[in-house]
């Protein structure tokens, strides 16, 4: 999954271009049809990214030391000594001074110690971005498949040659173009 699109597709480029785009649409095709049947095999309603950065952070916070305020703000130390580090958080505005929650949309170690403190599970605090319904909305459009070129209907075009290719004054290349 994290390779590039161009390596992806590097087979394809030494192609004619309807050729290239043909083996990309076919690749594409079969590409979306498994991210959704990936999105099937989930076990919970998130991501397994997202629950397993919950996890990593849920394991976090338990080395968190928490102060509440009496409504939604906390102070929360992480580490000790000279690494001590303070963040504030705020359940309602959905803040940390971290600010990992805003980027990720997954509760950070902070967040998730201020919520144990209340009792509230952090799960309903994921953002829908990670979320089965949305992963499936995502993969939800299909790329038709298509009749192969032998049976595409005859174009009543011109063929379009290429330009006659002439050397230009002081140019350091052939006109073959074999550079």
């Known amino acids: 999954m994290a390779e590039c699109f161009n390596a992806w597709i590097l087979a394809a480029r030494q192609k004619t271009?309807?050729?290239?785009l043909e083996e990309i649409r076919v690749k594409m095709m079969n590409r979306i049809g498994q991210l959704r049947q990936f999105g099937n095999t989930w076990i919970t309603d998130f991501s397994p990214m997202a629950m397993k950065v919950l996890e990593e952070n849920t394991e976090r916070s338990m080395k968190c030391n928490i102060f509440w305020n009496g409504e939604f703000g906390f102070e929360v130390k992480q580490g000790s000594g000279a690494s001590e580090m303070k963040h504030l958080v705020d359940?309602?505005?959905?803040?940390?001074?971290?600010?990992?929650?805003?980027l990720k949309g997954i509760p950070c170690a902070h967040i998730v110690a201020a919520l144990h403190y209340k009792n509230l599970e952090p799960l309903n605090y994921i953002s829908h971005r990670y979320s089965n319904a949305t992963y499936m909305k995502t993969y939800s459009y299909f790329l038709q498949p298509v009749l192969g070129m032998n049976m595409w209907p005859e174009s009543q075009n011109p063929t379009v040659i290429p330009p006659h290719v002439k050397k230009m004054p002081g140019s350091k290349f052939c006109a073959c173009k074999c550079w």
Request: glycine content about 0%; some cysteine.
């Open 17 to 20: 271009i309807v050729t290239m």
């Open 91 to 102: 359940i309602n505005r959905q803040t940390c001074t971290c600010r990992a929650w805003m």
